[in-house]
C-alpha cells in the first residue's frame, strides 16, 4: 500500500505540478505560506525559539519579522523542490550558477578530489541536481536517507538525471573508497548543519551564542583521505535565482587541529546568517541535543 500511494503522490501530484511554470508555482507558494503560518502554523514554536536563542540582540519584532521570511522562503523551498523534478537542464543552470568555478580547476587537473561543504541554506536541491554541470570534478551529494524508500528511489532518480550521484551514510564510505583508489576526481557535496545522530562522535562547540553538536563527518573523511575543503556560500540573487561562491577553506587538511575544518565552515555560515538570517532552515530542531559538562569542549 504505501508503494501505491508513493507512486500515486509522485505521478499523479507532484509530477503534473512540477511542469507548471515558475509564475504559478509562487502562487501555489504564496497559498502555501498562508497555510503554514496562519492555520498549521508550522513548528512556530521552533522557529521562534531558534531565532531568540540564536540572535539575543534582537527584539521581539525582528525576531518575528525573520520568523516571517522564513515562512515565506520555506513555501518557496517546497515548489522550487518539486519543480525540480522536471526542470530543464538550460533552466536549472539559468536559476543556480557557480561564480567561480575556475578556483577547482588545478585540482581536477591534478586528478584531486575535494569537499564541498555547506549548509542547509537558501536552495540546495538545486545544488544536488545540477552539481555534475557546475563544475568539471564528476559530482557527488552525501545526504540521509528519506524513512519512505519507495519515494526516496523515485526522487534519487530525478535528482541524478543530469549526472549528479547522490551516496548516503550508509554506503558513503564504499563510494569513497571506490573514488579514491580508481583515481576520479570527485567532488563531494556535503550539508553538515543539521543535528547531528550521534553526539559521541561529533564535534562540540559555541555557535549562535549555544552550545551546538556539529557534525564531524567532513573534517574526518578530508583528514583520513587528504581532500582540499572548500565552503560553497549561496545567495539570492531574486526570487527562484540563487547563485553560490566556492570559498577555500584548507589545502591541507591533515595539518590543521581537531575541530578547526568545523569551525571554519561554521564561520562562514555564520557570515550568511548575518547577511540575510531567514534564508536557514529555521524549523529544523538544530539544537536538540543539550551540552553535558562531561562531554567537554
Same mark, same amino acid.
Not at 527584539?59 to 520555506?74: M, S
Not at 526542470?87 to 538550460?90: P, T, V
Not at 570534478?137 to 519507495?150: A, E, L, P
Not at 562522535?201 to 552550545?211: A, M, N, P, S, V
Given at each position: 500500500?504505501? *508503494?501505491?500511494?508513493?507512486?500515486?503522490?509522485?505521478?499523479?501530484?507532484?509530477?503534473?505540478?512540477?511542469?507548471?511554470?515558475?509564475?504559478?508555482?509562487?502562487?501555489?507558494?504564496?497559498?502555501?505560506?498562508?497555510?503554514?503560518?496562519?492555520?498549521? *502554523?508550522?513548528?512556530?514554536?521552533?522557529?521562534?525559539?531558534?531565532?531568540?536563542?540564536?540572535?539575543?540582540?534582537?527584539?521581539?519584532?525582528?525576531?518575528?519579522?525573520?520568523?516571517?521570511?522564513?515562512?515565506?522562503?520555506?513555501?518557496?523551498?517546497?515548489?522550487?523542490?518539486?519543480?525540480?523534478?522536471t526542470?530543464?537542464?538550460?533552466n536549472?543552470?539559468?536559476?543556480?550558477?557557480?561564480?567561480?568555478?575556475?578556483?577547482?580547476?588545478?585540482?581536477?587537473?591534478?586528478?584531486?578530489?575535494?569537499?564541498?561543504?555547506?549548509?542547509?541554506?537558501n536552495?540546495?536541491?538545486?545544488?544536488?541536481?545540477?552539481?555534475?554541470? &557546475?563544475?568539471?570534478?564528476?559530482?557527488?551529494?552525501?545526504?540521509?536517507?528519506?524513512?519512505?524508500?519507495?519515494?526516496?528511489e523515485?526522487?534519487?532518480?530525478?535528482?541524478?538525471?543530469?549526472?549528479?550521484?547522490?551516496?548516503?551514510?550508509?554506503?558513503?564510505?564504499?563510494?569513497?573508497?571506490?573514488y579514491? *583508489?580508481?583515481?576520479?576526481?570527485?567532488?563531494?557535496?556535503?550539508?553538515?548543519?543539521?543535528s547531528?545522530?550521534?553526539?559521541?562522535?561529533?564535534?562540540?562547540?559555541?555557535?549562535?551564542? &549555544?552550545?551546538?553538536?556539529v557534525?564531524?563527518?567532513?573534517?574526518?573523511?578530508?583528514?583520513?583521505?587528504?581532500?582540499?575543503v572548500?565552503?560553497?556560500?549561496?545567495?539570492?540573487?531574486?526570487?527562484?535565482?540563487?547563485?553560490?561562491?566556492?570559498?577555500?577553506?584548507t589545502?591541507?587538511?591533515? &595539518?590543521?587541529?581537531?575541530?578547526?575544518?568545523?569551525?571554519?565552515?561554521?564561520?562562514?555560515?555564520?557570515?550568511?546568517?548575518?547577511?540575510?538570517?531567514?534564508?536557514?532552515?529555521?524549523?529544523?530542531?538544530?539544537? *536538540?541535543?543539550?551540552?553535558?559538562?562531561?562531554?567537554?569542549?
Open positions: 500500500m504505501e *508503494k501505491l500511494l508513493s507512486h500515486v503522490l509522485f505521478y499523479g501530484i507532484l509530477m503534473p505540478i512540477s511542469l507548471l511554470p515558475m509564475r504559478l508555482l509562487y502562487l501555489l507558494s504564496d497559498v502555501i505560506c498562508f497555510i503554514l503560518k496562519h492555520i498549521v *502554523k508550522y513548528r512556530k514554536n521552533v522557529i521562534l525559539s531558534n531565532l531568540r536563542n540564536s540572535f539575543p540582540e534582537k527584539d521581539e519584532k525582528e525576531i518575528r519579522r525573520i520568523a516571517d521570511k522564513y515562512y515565506v522562503h520555506l513555501s518557496d523551498l517546497v515548489v522550487e523542490s518539486i519543480k525540480m523534478l526542470i530543464s537542464r538550460k536549472l543552470l539559468k536559476r543556480y550558477k557557480c561564480t567561480n568555478p575556475s578556483i577547482l580547476y588545478p585540482y581536477f587537473s591534478t586528478g584531486r578530489s575535494v569537499l564541498l561543504v555547506s549548509a542547509h541554506y536552495n540546495w536541491e538545486y545544488m544536488v541536481a545540477s552539481l555534475e554541470l &557546475q563544475l568539471k570534478h564528476h559530482g557527488i551529494g552525501v545526504g540521509k536517507r528519506m524513512s519512505n524508500k519507495t519515494f526516496e523515485l526522487v534519487f532518480k530525478r535528482r541524478t538525471r543530469y549526472g549528479t550521484e547522490v551516496c548516503y551514510a550508509d554506503n558513503s564510505r564504499k563510494v569513497l573508497e571506490d579514491d *583508489k580508481s583515481g576520479k576526481a570527485c567532488a563531494y557535496m556535503l550539508l553538515s548543519d543539521q547531528p545522530n550521534n553526539t559521541k562522535k561529533c564535534y562540540w562547540t559555541d555557535f549562535l551564542h &549555544q552550545k551546538t553538536a557534525i564531524y563527518g567532513p573534517e574526518y573523511i578530508a583528514k583520513k583521505y587528504d581532500y582540499p572548500f565552503f560553497y556560500k549561496v545567495s539570492k540573487t531574486k526570487r527562484g535565482y540563487y547563485s553560490f561562491e566556492i570559498v577555500k577553506l589545502d591541507e587538511p591533515r &595539518q590543521t587541529p581537531y575541530g578547526w575544518i568545523c569551525e571554519q565552515a561554521l564561520m562562514q555560515l555564520k557570515s550568511m546568517l548575518d547577511a540575510h538570517p531567514q534564508y536557514w532552515l529555521w524549523s529544523h530542531r538544530r539544537w *536538540k541535543h543539550k551540552y553535558e559538562e562531561s562531554m567537554g569542549l
